[in-house]
């Protein structure tokens, strides 16, 4: 023993000054703001060395006891609760490392991996695999939630530069007939939103979707309700207006609501289907087909102002050419079924099975007519009227009845007289007394009538009525949209 002391002595120089010991080789004085001092150029310090049973073992360790870990490689020392990692010691650097590929972030165990900042837990992974941000628990189902506040937005990413960026890449190729690239749901009230895009610049769109196959349709709206719309769209700042009772979609604008138009020269613009009807169009193609079970179009104006002109429809070849109005009331409260230019005509077929034209003729007034025949009987009769045809015509001094009487048989000729609204007497001229079969044509004004609102359409007042006249024409200026396909997109990400 005395040996082995005797050999420290002379190898170790070991210096005690009051409070302060020095160990080296020099017998240099320690330093006077250290208790132990030691120095050395070719050795160094050895830590007490033990595995994490062993240290976790240890009983009541002082705060600051320094160890090696052996099964962690890494020195740690007892801050007075736990034990704590010591910098430069297999941990992450304020300044960075220096990596050899092996090295990792996060947890060995089943424990979560959480990240703070002003002390409170904002992210944390969690074992199964799970990233959480602003909450402890991952919404199910979810790889990765993010919960916010009113005041905050979860989500967002921003892109710069002339290219064909994209802020955001959502690629779903599962075979599921129910994948989805991007689903938005939202529980808010009257004009929140599930998915919503802004369009800022002169070219933007709001949101753009591109199918590939016959089947992959650029845009989908659907609603399950029974009263629901499967979509809402507005344009020139109009504001969205739908039906109570639902539809397939709502289209609304200051000027225009729809607009259809396509670029082949047998194409039709716009195809609309009731009574869960299929589609139906000219093979020459059309601006629209519209097909129903019992109505294929129907028209409606809404007007209840007197005095102005109004139609459920109105039909134009362009300019004015050929133009007609279907069911229309005119200014001057005339209503009409049919008004137009042209000729009014029926087709039948000749003599060889081909289909020709006949033409309807025309009067300045407002005329009903009727047929029928009649017998003499000793040389005089009285012709009543069908009642309904009476109902419908006015006789009067300005409006009488014409008649003209076509005889079947030989007498003195004859002569109408009495002509009322209900009837005419015929008689035979000369007093004859003959029993002369004959037919008679008869014509009168139609009679004015009173209308649901009210007013009267004075159809007795007309001749030579002046035409509402063709309808002045615009053509709208359009312009074809230079889109981005998603195609174009997807190369610019793969680059």
């Known amino acids: 023993?005395?040996?082995?002391?005797?050999?420290?002595?002379?190898?170790?120089?070991?210096?005690?000054?009051?409070?302060?010991?020095?160990?080296?080789?020099?017998?240099?004085?320690?330093?006077?703001?250290?208790?132990?001092?030691?120095?050395?150029?070719?050795?160094?310090?050895?830590?007490?060395?033990?595995?994490?049973?062993?240290?976790t073992a240890i009983a009541a360790p002082a705060t600051g006891l320094l160890v090696y870990d052996t099964t962690l490689s890494a020195f740690l020392y007892f801050d007075g609760a736990i034990w704590r990692l010591m910098a430069y010691s297999g941990g992450w650097l304020l300044a960075g490392n220096t990596l050899v590929g092996t090295e990792f972030m996060g947890s060995i165990n089943a424990q979560p991996v959480r990240f703070f900042s002003t002390n409170a837990e904002r992210m944390r992974i969690i074992p199964t695999g799970e990233v959480v941000i602003n909450s402890t628990t991952a919404n199910a189902g979810d790889l990765f939630s993010v919960y916010s506040s009113n005041a905050s937005w979860p989500i967002n990413s921003y892109v710069t530069g002339a290219g064909n960026v994209s802020a955001g890449y959502f690629a779903n190729t599962s075979s599921s007939t129910g994948a989805i690239g991007v689903l938005g749901t939202v529980a808010g009230g009257a004009g929140t939103a599930g998915v919503r895009g802004t369009g800022n610049t002169a070219n933007g769109n709001g949101v753009t979707g591109v199918g590939q196959s016959a089947t992959a349709f650029g845009l989908r709206g659907h609603n399950t309700d029974v009263n629901g719309t499967g979509a809402v769209i507005s344009g020139d700042g109009a504001g969205a207006t739908y039906l109570v009772t639902g539809g397939g979609a709502a289209i609304t604008g200051a000027d225009v609501g729809v607009w259809g138009r396509v670029t082949s020269a047998?194409?039709?613009?716009?195809?609309?289907?009731?009574?869960?009807?299929?589609?139906?169009?000219?093979?020459?193609?059309?601006?629209?087909?519209?097909?129903?079970?019992?109505?294929?179009?129907?028209?409606?104006?809404?007007?209840?102002?007197?005095?102005?002109?109004?139609?459920?429809?109105?039909?134009?070849?362009?300019?004015?050419?050929?133009?007609?109005?279907?069911?229309?009331?005119?200014?001057?409260?005339?209503?009409?079924?049919?008004?137009?230019?042209?000729?009014?005509?029926?087709?039948?077929?000749?003599?060889?099975?081909?289909?020709?034209?006949?033409?309807?003729?025309?009067?300045?007034?407002?005329?009903?007519?009727?047929?029928?025949?009649?017998?003499?009987?000793?040389?005089?009769?009285?012709?009543?009227?069908?009642?309904?045809?009476?109902?419908?015509?006015?006789?009067?001094?300005?409006?009488?009845?014409?008649?003209?009487?076509?005889?079947?048989?030989?007498?003195?000729?004859?002569?109408?007289?009495?002509?009322?609204?209900?009837?005419?007497?015929?008689?035979?001229?000369?007093?004859?007394?003959?029993?002369?079969?004959?037919?008679?044509?008869?014509?009168?004004?139609?009679?004015?009538?009173?209308?649901?609102?009210?007013?009267?359409?004075?159809?007795?007042?007309?001749?030579?009525?002046?035409?509402?006249?063709?309808?002045?024409?615009?053509?709208?200026?359009?312009?074809?949209?230079?889109?981005?396909?998603?195609?174009?997109?997807?190369k610019t990400k793969d680059k």
């Open 1 to 55: 023993m005395k040996k082995i002391i005797l050999i420290l002595i002379t190898t170790i120089s070991f210096s005690s000054f009051a409070q302060n010991v020095a160990i080296n080789g020099t017998g240099a004085a320690p330093v006077a703001s250290a208790m132990l001092d030691i120095a050395s150029t070719n050795s160094g310090f050895l830590t007490p060395r033990m595995t994490s049973a062993q240290r």
């Open 266 to 490: 047998t194409g039709t613009g716009g195809y609309f289907s009731g009574n869960a009807q299929g589609a139906t169009n000219l093979v020459g193609g059309s601006g629209l087909s519209a097909v129903g079970t019992n109505f294929g179009v129907v028209g409606f104006s809404n007007s209840v102002v007197n005095g102005v002109l109004r139609a459920g429809g109105y039909f134009d070849t362009g300019s004015g050419q050929s133009f007609a109005y279907v069911g229309a009331r005119t200014a001057a409260n005339v209503v009409r079924k049919i008004e137009g230019n042209g000729t009014v005509n029926t087709v039948v077929k000749d003599l060889n099975n081909k289909q020709v034209v006949l033409s309807a003729p025309e009067a300045p007034e407002n005329l009903f007519q009727d047929f029928g025949q009649g017998q003499l009987v000793n040389g005089k009769v009285h012709i009543t009227i069908d009642p309904i045809f009476s109902k419908n015509i006015i006789v009067n001094q300005k409006h009488p009845l014409r008649v003209f009487v076509q005889l079947q048989g030989d007498c003195n000729g004859v002569f109408v007289s009495n002509e009322t609204g209900t009837g005419f007497d015929v008689t035979e001229l000369k007093s004859g007394s003959s029993n002369t079969k004959f037919t008679y044509f008869i014509t009168a004004n139609r009679a004015d009538e009173i209308l649901s609102d009210g007013s009267v359409s004075k159809y007795s007042e007309e001749r030579f009525a002046p035409s509402m006249g063709a309808q002045k024409t615009e053509q709208k200026e359009s312009k074809e949209l230079n889109d981005n396909l998603e195609v174009d997109i997807k």
